[in-house]
């Protein structure tokens, strides 16, 4: 069984408390208008998969390929947009709006996002480096990399080096974050650590692949709509133990 993972934006840090009063340093995610927008299927594609988008945007503000994509799928052009590869069973019905208990509190999940950009960085800061000596004859070079050449031979620097260079702004995975809980009032996600990337960057969100989990609702948790408009009632299909 392999679940969608959803879209959300990262809202902050703050801390939350357990029962026994222990303090837990958490990452607010906001799932916000995440929805599914369509649908991969193998005998049209070639594989499984859920397109959500999240970000409501008007079609001037994308660019035209997504533009008239939405239009024929006969949906609203979002600002992000993802597909999350799933198993036959997981696929969620397109015009869906997702909720933050498709998680569960105490499960494991994997985020991406677009880590900070810090700009250009010396060894030290960039790749950990110790440094020259404080004395000793060095002057004005303590933060340098020092020789990179290697002697005769091979007698040049070799590809890879590590150098001073653009620092962050890169595509960062942090795996097995616990879920803290969750709040389907306000659609908010707590995960336990630090999550990357800036406030109010995208992140994705998703089951953790290395941990076992159990008793998560598949294919997510839906809201009963009734005379288009969503009601507080909501149902769960059956947790699957995998």
Not at 49 to 70: D, F, S, T
């Amino acid at each position: 069984m392999k679940r969608s993972g959803l879209i959300t934006t990262k809202i902050g840090m703050t801390r939350l408390y357990d029962d026994g009063g222990v303090a837990h340093p958490v990452t607010v995610l906001s799932v916000g208008d995440c929805t599914v927008i369509g649908n991969r299927t193998v005998e049209k594609n070639g594989y499984v998969a859920n397109i959500l988008g999240m970000r409501e945007a008007k079609a001037k503000h994308v660019a035209k390929p997504q533009a008239v994509a939405a239009e024929k799928a006969g949906v609203k052009p979002y600002r992000k947009v993802v597909e999350f590869r799933v198993s036959d069973d997981c696929i969620i019905p397109a015009g869906t709006q997702l909720m933050a208990s498709h998680f569960i509190a105490g499960q494991f999940v994997d985020v991406q996002a677009t880590s900070k950009g810090k700009g250009f960085q010396g060894a030290m800061k960039r790749h950990n480096f110790g440094g020259k000596e404080a004395s000793h004859g060095v002057l004005k070079a303590h933060r340098s990399i020092g020789g990179t050449g290697m002697r005769e031979w091979p007698g040049r620097v070799l590809k890879g080096k590590k150098m001073a260079g653009q620092m962050g702004n890169e595509t960062v995975t942090v795996q097995n974050l616990k879920v803290f809980g969750v709040d389907d009032a306000e659609n908010l996600i707590f995960v336990e650590g630090a999550v990357p990337g800036a406030n109010g960057t995208f992140v994705l969100v998703a089951d953790a692949v290395k941990k076992e989990q159990k008793d998560l609702p598949v294919p997510t948790k839906m809201k009963i709509v009734e005379s288009g408009e969503q009601t507080a009632a909501e149902t769960e299909t059956e947790p699957v133990a995998e």
